[in-house]
């Protein structure tokens, strides 16, 4: 009811939800908790510091293709979860089908790449995750994926009216600079068999300044990126999934290489002096974009280019 961004009476609350002024009092000083800021008003009531759109079905579903919407099992939207890739990795263990999709309207412990906390403030982002079963090829079937469903993020976000933004191997999402997105992959399955991929999003739509206090990287938002072009929850939420669907479901036929040109034309480390580190090994050198397996190639400084199938890459903004 205060997702409207308007007053609305300790009274008229109460009637509607059937509970006490009390239970009201306490449900508020809740919202807190979920970094939810609010205002008091004698005589007004309450209304949150900024009006929220929440996630729904019907929205989103609007925005997929007939072919798409027949490839979802399961569509969830939770209203809190530890983490969404970790709520799917369950679901995968106990035989969930292909193609179930969960979003959240906030995560207690969403994931960010090697044992990371992605920050999750309430209504405010979109995460996703989507679980997907690849019946030939096994785990090495999945090369290369995380760098597809990059693809499908900017196409997604073209779409949104959103341009210039860039990717950084393997699973990042950036503009000018800072961070913007990031995608984590977690498969499991047989090394020649079939085999499971969960596949997880989490895409900054607005991330409160008090909130993204404990990030230690440069990061962004597409609220400060598009300005006054406001940026539909729903719609971006419809619209990423719909792209990422595209991709997983022809993924086992055609793999990375259908996909390789276009990323990079969104590469944005190429040509920069960059540091990767793999484990406690730690290779300087002068990025020279991917290979046609999409592992990540380094110009050391010998003159010798080296390939690299993992690792994280940290750069200078400077050099950007």
């Avoid at 009476?9 to 508020?28: D, F």
């Avoid at 034309?265 to 920069?272: A, E, F, Q």
């Avoid at 991917?290 to 010998?302: A, H, Q």
Wanted: glycine share 12%.
């Amino acid at each position: 009811m205060l997702a409207d961004g308007e007053f609305h009476s300790g009274t008229e609350l109460a009637e509607a939800l059937g509970v006490s002024r009390s239970a009201i009092c306490k449900q508020l000083s809740g919202l807190m908790v979920l970094g939810l800021h609010h205002s008091a008003v004698s005589g007004k009531g309450y209304r949150l510091d900024k009006s929220l759109e929440l996630l729904a079905h019907s929205e989103i579903n609007a925005l997929l293709t007939e072919q798409n919407k027949a490839l979802i099992s399961t569509l969830e939207i939770h209203d809190s979860l530890d983490s969404t890739n970790s709520y799917l990795m369950a679901h995968s263990r106990n035989n969930a089908e292909s193609g179930f999709v969960c979003f959240a309207e906030h995560q207690t412990a969403g994931k960010g790449r090697r044992g990371r906390q992605w920050v999750s403030p309430y209504g405010s982002n979109i995460y996703v995750s989507l679980l997907w079963r690849f019946q030939q090829g096994g785990i090495a079937g999945t090369a290369g994926l995380s760098l597809a469903i990059g693809v499908a993020v900017i196409r997604a976000l073209k779409e949104q009216g959103i341009n210039e933004v860039g990717l950084k191997w393997p699973n990042d999402i950036y503009f000018q600079g800072k961070k913007l997105g990031g995608i984590l992959i977690e498969v499991s399955g047989e090394a020649d068999g079939p085999c499971a991929a969960v596949i997880g999003l989490g895409l900054n739509l607005f991330l409160p300044e008090h909130q993204a206090q404990t990030i230690t990287q440069a990061w962004t938002d597409l609220t400060q990126i598009s300005g006054e072009n406001k940026v539909l929850r729903n719609q971006l939420a419809g619209s990423v999934l719909n792209q990422m669907l595209a991709i997983v479901n022809g993924f086992e036929t055609v793999g990375i290489s259908a996909y390789l040109d276009e990323w990079r034309s969104y590469d944005c480390l190429k040509g920069k002096s960059a540091a990767l580190f793999i484990g406690q090994q730690h290779i300087e050198g002068i990025v020279e974009g991917i290979d046609d397996k999409g592992l990540l190639l380094i110009k050391k400084p010998d003159g010798t280019v080296q390939a690299f199938a993992s690792g994280e890459v940290s750069f200078s903004a400077a050099t950007l």
